[in-house]
């Protein structure tokens, strides 16, 4: 069975691998916001944490585990169609993009 193969039939939470991730790079990190993407035609409901530097990580963990993780990482969680995902998120991005442009050109 593949890691994600047990969230198919849309009651999912996280399972223990994703759970012990996202914990782990939460409290690794200051000022992280929890942001919940709705189900696609492709995925899962899923969850893409962002801290305050922007730096984020996104994981399949179902409606119930993203909302369960949130209050257990006891951090604030949104739901992105109403709110959007953070400038800081888009911001980090745009810094990595430039990064990697400098790192081919050198």
Do not use: C, N
């Not at 999912?12 to 991730?21: F, I, K, L, N, P």
């Amino acid at each position: 069975m593949g890691l994600f193969d047990r969230w198919s039939r849309g009651t999912a939470t996280a399972g223990d691998e994703v759970r012990s991730y996202l914990t782990t790079w939460t409290r690794s990190r200051t000022g992280v916001e929890a942001f919940v993407e709705p189900k696609t035609t492709v995925t899962d409901v899923t969850v893409v944490l962002v801290a305050a530097d922007g730096e984020w990580t996104r994981r399949v963990v179902g409606e119930r585990g993203a909302r369960r993780l949130a209050r257990d990482l006891q951090i604030p969680v949104y739901d992105v169609r109403k709110t959007g995902y953070p400038q800081r998120m888009r911001d980090h991005d745009e810094r990595q993009r430039i990064l990697r442009r400098r790192e081919r050109g050198a």
